[in-house]
């Protein structure tokens, strides 16, 4: 028998998200029930609720950031037992088969990996995500939440944690390296925290000043305002990496501008519109224009790991769930520090 646990649901682009049930699968003999204790609120919730990135399976219940307590386990799980703090991120299954899921990197899953909410399950029903008070996950994709991080602050990893830290190390950022972060919301106020952790110089551009002493006092060097066009002129030719977390559009040309030779700008940010690139803003200095999606399933536990060996959580507000449609609204004026949690308490 299925298990009902209260939600909250998107139900049209345009509605504000409401109070309902989802069922919850029995556990299978490799599932694991976890309690949900947190969930963040990641800007790819809106954008995807709000049907900004194509079709959804309304209602909908969001959330990609789930952090809980093991609460069942099936026969043939051997990594995890209840009580066990875990989380959850943006996929819960992928085929295993293919090459990118055979070198290890799920996300990359040439069939696609399922995700979290608003995929299409194993049983061929809707995944349903973490604004909920539980979730069956197959144990594969169940990570070990390190006992120097409480689960509030770690919720916010499972997705902007390892959006940022993945290009971060793939693209070499350390000592003697610069690094910017264009934009300081959930996934860049953990860019800044991650990239001084690995030891690189930090600048942060953001469209004001206005959060410059928290900037600062997350690891920064340096800080910027974006709408001061001086910041373009200065910083010309400067970085060998930059991190655009944006989740809106933005004159990428005018950022191509600050990479040094051979530098590489990364898009983590997912706006929907066409971003035009004008190839001179990379011929002259031979850069790189990529994007990156999360990271692998052991690249998120390395993550985890890492950021409860620096002390490292995100900068969080605690909301109950009837504050939800407020917080959105919140994150779409730029107006969040820098993550917004749900305590799921708040849902009984
Ligand atoms: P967020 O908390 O809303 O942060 C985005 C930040 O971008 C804002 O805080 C703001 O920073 C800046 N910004 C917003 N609108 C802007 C505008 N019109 N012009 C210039 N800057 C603007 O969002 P998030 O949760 O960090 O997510 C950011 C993006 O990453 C979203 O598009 C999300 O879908 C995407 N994402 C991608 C992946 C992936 O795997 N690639 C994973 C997760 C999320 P300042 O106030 O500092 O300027
Ligand atoms: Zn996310």
Redo the contacts with the bound molecule.
């Keep these: 028998m299925p298990t009902t646990v209260k939600a909250y649901a998107a139900t049209a682009p345009d509605r504000p998200l409401e109070p309902t049930t989802i069922e919850r699968r029995d556990v299978g003999p490799r599932d694991v029930r976890i309690e949900i204790k947190f969930a963040g609120?990641?800007?790819?919730?809106?954008?995807?609720a709000r049907g900004e990135?194509g079709g959804v399976p309304y209602p909908l219940v969001v959330g990609?950031e789930i952090a809980g307590v093991v609460a069942e386990v099936g026969a043939e799980v051997t990594r995890f037992a209840v009580g066990d703090r875990v989380g959850v991120g943006?996929m819960v299954n992928s085929c295993g088969e293919c090459e990118q899921c055979a070198k290890g990197l799920q996300?990359y899953c040439l069939k696609g990996n399922t995700q979290t909410y608003a995929g299409t399950d194993r049983d061929g029903t809707v995944t349903q995500g973490g604004y909920s008070q539980q979730v069956v996950v197959t144990e594969d994709f169940v990570l070990r939440i390190p006992d120097g991080l409480d689960l509030d602050v770690a919720a916010p990893l499972l997705?902007?944690g390892?959006?940022t830290y993945?290009p971060l190390r793939h693209w070499g950022a350390g000592p003697g390296t610069k690094v910017a972060v264009?934009?300081?919301?959930?996934?860049?106020?953990?860019a800044v925290k991650i990239a001084h952790a690995l030891g690189a110089e930090v600048t942060?551009?953001?469209?004001?000043l206005?959060?410059q002493e928290d900037?600062l006092r997350l690891g920064a060097d340096h800080y910027f305002a974006?709408s001061d066009p001086d910041t373009f002129t200065e910083l010309a030719g400067r970085f060998d990496l930059i991190v655009n977390?944006?989740?809106?559009?933005?004159d990428l040309n005018a950022y191509l501008s600050l990479l040094a030779v051979d530098g590489t700008m990364v898009?983590?940010?997912?706006?929907p519109q066409p971003l035009p690139i004008q190839v001179f803003s990379l011929i002259p200095a031979r850069r790189s224009f990529a994007?990156?999606?999360?990271?692998s399933i052991a690249e998120t536990q390395e993550m985890l790991d890492f950021c409860a060996e620096h002390g490292l959580g995100a900068e969080i507000e605690v909301i109950a769930a009837d504050q939800v449609n407020e917080a959105w609204e919140r994150?779409?004026a730029?107006?969040?520090r820098?993550?917004f949690v749900i305590d799921t308490a708040t849902l009984a």
Excluded: F
Aim: net charge neutral.
């Design positions: 609120i990641c800007h790819s919730d809106i954008h995807t990135w990609h943006c996300q997705c902007a390892i959006t993945s264009v934009g300081m919301g959930g996934l860049g106020h953990m942060v551009l953001s469209q004001s206005k959060k900037g974006t977390t944006v989740s809106a559009e933005l898009n983590v940010g997912a706006p994007g990156s999606s999360i990271g994150v779409l730029s107006d969040v820098y993550r």
